[in-house]
């Protein structure tokens, strides 16, 4: 795969965040010629922080999704795009459900738009996210599960993955869409809770306060960045990723409260405890989860190498001496 970008033109929609950072490490890594567009919204993620010492080596566009007009300019000649911009709060989308709309689904259309009319040459990787199946009839959760989202933002991640797929379907832009489910790793947001709690945990046991467990008992799988890094370029350049979906997952299927008490044993520090599960998030949890990515391992040959205490010792080893600036500003 490395020769396939070598010297290709690469744009990355939410660079400056998480999983957006550990790509463009990847891909610049493999000689690619990389645009990182971020808004840098302070609630969102993205941070300067991530690509410390990726500096001179990557284009930087400060630029919103929903700017079509900069989009515009910006897809020309890019041979590939990883669209992973997006609102990923969940109790965000049910505060502010018309941003959660701008952002996950009427700029989605907006920038397949822009693709079409200017590059419809371009070959595209849309972040979408196992939160559109809702509460699962049976677990593991394959791609036939049925979709019913149980707050905003999955109902609108679904409608962005659905346009990527219709546009691959009608105007035959190479598009398709990896559902992801709880990625983890260095560079996540720890700040706060918006984009993962596991980010939140990693706070405390850093700062040396209690990691809180909701309930506890809730199954779920945690897929390491470099993993979901790998999965992201392997369906760019796979000709069987065309039009698909795909779900990711991990190695390892854990309880919350077996998650808390290993991370606090890989720490070697901390502790937790057990809280009732708040009533506004219960509305919309999605109980237990892990995913059936039998599919993207037949087609693609992926599948998550990475251990889950592993992915834990290294998402620690890398905040320890940085944990303050990521906590201090979002946007240093």
């Given at each position: 795969m490395s020769c396939q970008f070598r010297g290709a033109r690469v744009i990355i929609t939410g660079g400056l965040g998480f999983i957006g950072s550990n790509l463009a490490c990847r891909l610049v890594s493999e000689g690619a010629d990389v645009t990182l567009l971020d808004s840098l919204v302070p609630e969102y993620g993205g941070s300067l922080l991530n690509i410390r010492?990726?500096?001179?080596?990557?284009?930087?566009?400060?630029c919103d999704v929903r700017d079509v007009h900069g989009m515009r300019w910006l897809l020309k000649g890019q041979d590939y795009l990883f669209n992973l911009a997006g609102q990923t709060s969940h109790m965000d989308s049910m505060r502010d459900p018309f941003t959660d709309l701008d952002i996950n689904c009427k700029s989605q259309l907006a920038l397949l738009e822009c693709c079409r009319e200017v590059n419809p040459g371009l070959s595209v990787v849309f972040a979408s996210t196992r939160q559109?199946?809702?509460?699962?009839?049976?677990?593991?959760?394959?791609?036939?599960?049925?979709?019913?989202?149980?707050?905003v933002n999955g109902i609108n991640k679904m409608?962005?993955?659905?346009?990527?797929?219709?546009?691959?379907?009608?105007?035959?832009?190479?598009?398709?869409?990896?559902?992801?489910?709880?990625?983890?790793g260095p560079r996540m947001r720890i700040r706060d809770a918006r984009q993962t709690f596991v980010g939140i945990w990693?706070?405390?046991?850093?700062?040396?306060?209690?990691?809180?467990?909701?309930?506890?008992?809730?199954?779920?799988?945690?897929?390491?960045?470099s993993d979901c890094v790998d999965a992201l370029v392997r369906a760019a350049v796979h000709p069987a990723s065309a039009g698909a979906i795909y779900n990711l997952g991990g190695r390892e299927v854990v309880s919350l409260e077996e998650l808390a008490r290993l991370l606090v044993d890989v720490a070697g520090q901390g502790e937790y405890v057990i809280r009732e599960f708040p009533e506004e998030r219960k509305k919309i949890d999605i109980g237990d989860y892990y995913s059936d990515a039998s599919k993207i391992e037949r087609e693609l040959g992926w599948k998550p190498t990475t251990?889950?205490?592993?992915?834990?010792?290294?998402?620690?080893?890398?905040?320890r001496p940085c944990w303050q600036e990521y906590c201090a500003c979002s946007n240093p």
């Open positions: 010492g990726l500096e001179d080596r990557v284009r930087v566009n400060i559109i199946y809702g509460r699962p009839d049976y677990l593991p959760v394959d791609e036939k599960h049925p979709v019913r989202p149980t707050d409608a962005g993955e659905w346009y990527h797929i219709l546009y691959n379907n009608v105007y035959g832009i190479r598009a398709c869409a990896l559902r992801l489910t709880n990625t983890i990693i706070r405390n046991i850093l700062e040396g306060r209690p990691i809180e467990v909701w309930g506890g008992a809730q199954l779920r799988d945690f897929t390491y960045v251990p889950l205490r592993d992915a834990l010792a290294d998402t620690l080893e890398y905040f």
